[in-house]
Protein backbone atom coordinates (compact mmCIF):
# COMPACT_ATOMS: atom_id res chain seq x y z
CA UNK A 1 0.00 0.00 0.00
CA UNK A 2 1.00 3.25 -0.83
CA UNK A 3 2.61 5.68 2.41
CA UNK A 4 3.12 9.12 2.02
CA UNK A 5 4.83 11.50 4.36
CA UNK A 6 4.66 15.28 3.55
CA UNK A 7 8.24 17.50 5.16
CA UNK A 8 8.91 21.13 4.44
CA UNK A 9 9.02 24.43 6.62
CA UNK A 10 5.95 25.12 8.94
CA UNK A 11 5.70 28.97 9.05
CA UNK A 12 6.72 31.37 6.08
CA UNK A 13 6.59 34.64 5.56
CA UNK A 14 3.79 36.86 3.46
CA UNK A 15 4.90 37.39 -0.27
CA UNK A 16 7.23 34.19 0.18
CA UNK A 17 7.25 30.88 -1.97
CA UNK A 18 5.71 27.74 0.29
CA UNK A 19 7.42 24.42 -0.65
CA UNK A 20 6.59 21.41 0.49
CA UNK A 21 7.76 17.17 -0.12
CA UNK A 22 5.91 14.18 -0.29
CA UNK A 23 8.03 11.57 -0.33
CA UNK A 24 6.20 8.59 -1.58
CA UNK A 25 6.87 5.12 -0.31
CA UNK A 26 4.95 1.29 -0.86
CA UNK A 27 4.46 2.08 -4.48
CA UNK A 28 5.77 3.02 -7.82
CA UNK A 29 5.70 6.75 -8.62
CA UNK A 30 5.38 5.92 -12.27
CA UNK A 31 1.92 4.12 -11.60
CA UNK A 32 0.03 6.99 -9.90
CA UNK A 33 -1.05 10.73 -10.45
CA UNK A 34 0.10 12.98 -7.30
CA UNK A 35 -2.10 15.61 -6.35
CA UNK A 36 -1.77 18.46 -3.37
CA UNK A 37 -4.70 18.84 -1.02
CA UNK A 38 -5.09 21.41 1.31
CA UNK A 39 -7.65 22.90 4.05
CA UNK A 40 -7.68 25.58 5.58
CA UNK A 41 -8.70 26.01 9.41
CA UNK A 42 -12.17 24.92 10.19
CA UNK A 43 -12.68 24.63 6.22
CA UNK A 44 -13.21 21.81 3.86
CA UNK A 45 -11.13 20.41 1.10
CA UNK A 46 -9.55 22.34 -2.00
CA UNK A 47 -7.69 20.53 -4.67
CA UNK A 48 -4.63 22.27 -5.84
CA UNK A 49 -3.55 19.94 -8.84
CA UNK A 50 -1.77 16.99 -9.98
CA UNK A 51 1.58 16.14 -11.53
CA UNK A 52 2.10 12.74 -13.22
CA UNK A 53 5.57 11.03 -13.18
CA UNK A 54 6.48 12.72 -16.79
CA UNK A 55 6.43 15.80 -14.89
CA UNK A 56 2.92 16.96 -16.61
CA UNK A 57 0.94 18.91 -14.29
CA UNK A 58 -2.68 20.73 -13.77
CA UNK A 59 -3.52 22.72 -11.29
CA UNK A 60 -6.69 24.82 -9.83
CA UNK A 61 -7.54 27.08 -12.18
CA UNK A 62 -8.07 29.79 -9.44
CA UNK A 63 -4.41 29.10 -7.77
CA UNK A 64 -2.74 28.35 -11.53
CA UNK A 65 -0.83 31.79 -11.12
CA UNK A 66 0.84 31.11 -8.23
CA UNK A 67 1.46 27.63 -7.98
CA UNK A 68 4.38 24.97 -9.39
CA UNK A 69 4.66 21.17 -9.33
CA UNK A 70 7.38 18.90 -9.72
CA UNK A 71 8.54 15.13 -9.45
CA UNK A 72 11.70 13.57 -9.01
CA UNK A 73 11.66 9.66 -9.90
CA UNK A 74 15.05 8.64 -8.42
CA UNK A 75 13.88 9.84 -5.10
CA UNK A 76 10.22 8.90 -5.02
CA UNK A 77 9.22 12.59 -4.45
CA UNK A 78 7.14 14.99 -5.69
CA UNK A 79 6.98 19.07 -4.44
CA UNK A 80 4.76 21.62 -4.37
CA UNK A 81 5.73 25.07 -4.80
CA UNK A 82 3.34 27.97 -3.50
CA UNK A 83 4.18 31.65 -4.51
CA UNK A 84 3.74 35.16 -3.30
CA UNK A 85 1.94 33.43 -0.14
CA UNK A 86 -0.53 35.53 1.88
CA UNK A 87 -2.44 34.29 5.30
CA UNK A 88 -5.03 33.23 2.70
CA UNK A 89 -2.45 30.01 2.29
CA UNK A 90 -2.39 29.14 5.68
CA UNK A 91 -3.80 26.18 5.85
CA UNK A 92 -3.00 21.93 6.13
CA UNK A 93 -1.55 20.51 2.92
CA UNK A 94 -2.12 17.24 2.03
CA UNK A 95 0.06 15.05 -0.24
CA UNK A 96 -1.92 12.42 -1.95
CA UNK A 97 -2.10 9.41 -4.58
CA UNK A 98 -4.77 8.42 -7.14
CA UNK A 99 -6.34 5.50 -6.14
CA UNK A 100 -4.82 1.78 -8.25
CA UNK A 101 -5.76 1.86 -11.35
CA UNK A 102 -8.06 4.55 -11.32
CA UNK A 103 -8.72 8.34 -11.25
CA UNK A 104 -9.29 10.88 -7.81
CA UNK A 105 -7.46 10.29 -4.72
CA UNK A 106 -6.96 6.94 -2.93
CA UNK A 107 -3.98 7.48 -0.55
CA UNK A 108 -3.36 10.35 1.57
CA UNK A 109 -0.65 11.64 3.73
CA UNK A 110 -0.96 12.42 6.94
CA UNK A 111 -0.74 16.24 6.10
CA UNK A 112 1.56 19.29 6.94
CA UNK A 113 0.69 22.61 8.56
CA UNK A 114 1.88 25.41 6.91
CA UNK A 115 1.48 28.97 8.58
CA UNK A 116 2.03 32.02 6.85
CA UNK A 117 3.05 35.09 9.22
CA UNK A 118 5.72 37.60 9.58
CA UNK B 1 -18.06 28.33 -12.77
CA UNK B 2 -20.03 25.09 -11.81
CA UNK B 3 -20.08 24.84 -7.82
CA UNK B 4 -20.28 20.90 -6.65
CA UNK B 5 -23.15 20.73 -3.85
CA UNK B 6 -23.44 19.04 -1.01
CA UNK B 7 -26.27 18.79 2.17
CA UNK B 8 -24.35 20.85 4.73
CA UNK B 9 -25.83 18.66 7.38
CA UNK B 10 -27.42 15.20 8.09
CA UNK B 11 -28.76 13.43 10.25
CA UNK B 12 -29.40 9.48 10.94
CA UNK B 13 -30.36 7.24 14.09
CA UNK B 14 -27.74 4.04 14.88
CA UNK B 15 -28.59 1.04 12.73
CA UNK B 16 -30.51 3.63 9.87
CA UNK B 17 -30.01 4.03 6.74
CA UNK B 18 -28.26 7.70 5.04
CA UNK B 19 -27.68 8.65 1.80
CA UNK B 20 -25.75 11.62 1.00
CA UNK B 21 -25.52 13.66 -2.15
CA UNK B 22 -23.33 15.35 -4.65
CA UNK B 23 -24.77 17.43 -7.46
CA UNK B 24 -24.11 20.37 -9.68
CA UNK B 25 -25.57 24.04 -9.62
CA UNK B 26 -25.61 23.61 -13.21
CA UNK B 27 -26.14 20.51 -14.75
CA UNK B 28 -25.82 16.78 -13.84
CA UNK B 29 -22.84 13.97 -12.08
CA UNK B 30 -22.59 10.76 -14.03
CA UNK B 31 -19.92 8.09 -13.87
CA UNK B 32 -17.91 10.85 -16.29
CA UNK B 33 -16.88 12.67 -13.20
CA UNK B 34 -15.76 9.79 -11.61
CA UNK B 35 -16.98 10.77 -8.20
CA UNK B 36 -15.00 10.20 -5.03
CA UNK B 37 -15.97 10.16 -1.55
CA UNK B 38 -14.10 10.72 1.62
CA UNK B 39 -14.54 10.78 5.36
CA UNK B 40 -13.05 13.25 7.79
CA UNK B 41 -12.84 13.03 11.62
CA UNK B 42 -11.66 16.16 13.71
CA UNK B 43 -8.07 16.28 13.77
CA UNK B 44 -7.45 13.50 11.21
CA UNK B 45 -6.25 13.60 7.69
CA UNK B 46 -9.55 12.40 5.33
CA UNK B 47 -9.94 8.81 4.31
CA UNK B 48 -11.03 7.69 0.94
CA UNK B 49 -14.16 5.40 1.10
CA UNK B 50 -15.24 5.31 -2.67
CA UNK B 51 -13.38 6.07 -5.88
CA UNK B 52 -14.85 5.62 -9.55
CA UNK B 53 -18.39 6.21 -8.48
CA UNK B 54 -18.65 2.74 -6.68
CA UNK B 55 -15.61 0.89 -6.19
CA UNK B 56 -14.71 0.74 -2.22
CA UNK B 57 -11.17 1.98 -1.22
CA UNK B 58 -8.91 -0.79 0.37
CA UNK B 59 -10.94 -2.19 4.10
CA UNK B 60 -14.00 0.32 3.99
CA UNK B 61 -16.94 -1.93 5.36
CA UNK B 62 -19.61 -2.65 2.50
CA UNK B 63 -22.09 -0.30 4.74
CA UNK B 64 -20.72 2.61 2.33
CA UNK B 65 -21.54 2.30 -1.19
CA UNK B 66 -21.49 4.49 -3.94
CA UNK B 67 -23.75 5.16 -6.84
CA UNK B 68 -25.46 8.06 -9.46
CA UNK B 69 -29.02 8.60 -7.96
CA UNK B 70 -31.24 10.93 -10.82
CA UNK B 71 -28.91 13.71 -11.60
CA UNK B 72 -26.39 13.60 -8.43
CA UNK B 73 -23.37 11.16 -7.20
CA UNK B 74 -24.59 9.29 -3.77
CA UNK B 75 -22.54 8.02 -0.68
CA UNK B 76 -25.28 5.07 1.43
CA UNK B 77 -24.40 4.63 4.24
CA UNK B 78 -26.61 1.02 5.35
CA UNK B 79 -26.49 0.25 9.34
CA UNK B 80 -25.02 3.81 10.47
CA UNK B 81 -22.75 3.56 13.55
CA UNK B 82 -21.55 5.82 16.04
CA UNK B 83 -18.32 6.66 14.77
CA UNK B 84 -19.88 7.17 11.19
CA UNK B 85 -20.30 11.00 12.56
CA UNK B 86 -17.90 12.39 10.49
CA UNK B 87 -17.71 15.21 7.92
CA UNK B 88 -18.34 13.65 4.18
CA UNK B 89 -16.60 15.12 0.97
CA UNK B 90 -17.40 14.51 -2.34
CA UNK B 91 -14.33 14.81 -5.20
CA UNK B 92 -15.56 15.34 -8.45
CA UNK B 93 -13.66 15.45 -12.63
CA UNK B 94 -14.45 18.70 -14.25
CA UNK B 95 -12.90 17.80 -17.22
CA UNK B 96 -9.98 18.41 -18.91
CA UNK B 97 -8.02 17.27 -15.24
CA UNK B 98 -9.43 19.79 -13.22
CA UNK B 99 -10.90 18.21 -9.83
CA UNK B 100 -13.18 20.14 -7.93
CA UNK B 101 -14.54 19.72 -4.22
CA UNK B 102 -17.90 19.80 -2.31
CA UNK B 103 -18.00 21.33 0.44
CA UNK B 104 -18.94 18.59 2.37
CA UNK B 105 -21.94 17.41 4.79
CA UNK B 106 -21.77 17.01 8.56
CA UNK B 107 -23.38 13.56 9.44
CA UNK B 108 -24.41 13.14 13.06
CA UNK B 109 -25.21 10.00 14.45
CA UNK B 110 -27.78 10.08 17.37
Known amino acids: QVQLQESGPGLVKPSETLSLTCTVSGGSISSYYWSWIRQTPGKGLEWIGY???????KYNPSLRSRVTMSIDTSKNQFSLRVHSVTAADTAMYYC????????????WGQGALVTVSS | QTVVTQEPSFSVSPGGTVTLTCGLSSGSVSTSYYPNWFQQTPGQAPRTLIY???TRSSGVPDRFSGSILGNKAALTITGAQADDDSHYYCLLHMGAGIWVFGGGTKLTVL
Open chain 1, 51 to 57: VDYTGSA
Open chain 2, 52 to 54: NTD
Open chain 1, 96 to 107: TSSPPGAYGVGY
